[in-house]
């Protein structure tokens, strides 16, 4: 599966490169689970806004994920 295929594990969407790569970061880099920023937010029991403020830090940070 292309990572332009990538859908949420809960409900479906297809995913941005951000959501898929927030998936690897936060959960594990060999993870097949990946979220919507949504149903993330949902499943760590946070903010979506916190999950997007982590991205940008992350983005800030140089980390490859997120290129």
């Known amino acids: 599966m292309s ?3 990538k859908k949420c594990i809960e409900c479906g969407k297809k995913l941005k490169k951000d959501e898929v790569a ?3 970061k936060l959960i594990d880099l060999d ?3 990946f979220y919507c920023l949504d149903c993330f937010a949902t499943y760590l ?3 979506k806004n916190d999950l997007e403020i982590k991205i940008k830090e992350f ?3 140089g980390c490859t994920l997120f290129l």
């Open 59 to 61: 983005k800030e940070e």
């Open 22 to 24: 927030l998936s690897k």
């Open 31 to 33: 993870t097949e689970d």
């Open 45 to 47: 029991e946070c903010e």
């Open 3 to 5: 990572s332009k295929a």
